[in-house]
């Protein structure tokens, strides 16, 4: 009876510890689970696939930014990252990632225009994406390499986008970033 007890103690221990692991956000340096998410007309795509598009991006290496059109902390990076994935597109999949709830893509596209952004925007309405690294805050960026590991988290602020920009040009040398995180999750 009691090494019944002891084992059941053990199993519900292993559980706990297992279903709390994975409420954890990813760490700099995992792998990351294919997600799919939704462009502003409605496409599903997922990470693999913006990866392993060649045309529009040679590298494999994918940069996302939580960011949405609401957002006055959003207002002093949505030029400088739209710059970024313009300056880098072929090389680097550079996209917004719209997490907020109840925001449609086809609002999200008429911002996109009115703004005069270039930026592709993908949406993440029910958050989960945001969840699974940790991003409780609008311009955390992540940067994840052509492996498919987590190698740059942190925000994109105004006087901090070279960081972002300094840790794309290291993962596309085959580095890692000088600076790998810069801001805790939020």
Known sequence: MKSLFLSIICTLCVLGSLV??????????????????????????????????????????TVLTFWCSFCGSCRHVEYPLSRLATKYRGQVAIMAVDSSVGESGSDVAAFLKEKKLTMP????????????????????????????????FGQFK????????????AVLAGNKPPHNKTAERG
């Open 121 to 152: 925007v993908m949406m993440d309405t029910k958050g989960r994406v945001a969840d699974l690294f940790g991003a409780k805050m609008t311009t955390t960026t992540v940067i994840i390499d052509a492996q498919g590991k987590l190698q740059y």
């Open 158 to 169: 105004q006087g901090q986008t070279n960081l972002v920009e300094d840790a794309i040009k």
């Open 20 to 61: 709390q692991a994975k409420d954890q956000p990813l760490a700099v340096g995992q792998a990351t689970p294919d997600f799919a998410m939704k462009t502003v007309t409605g496409k599903t795509v997922k990470l693999r696939e913006l990866a392993s598009d060649k045309q529009n991006n040679s590298s494999g290496i």
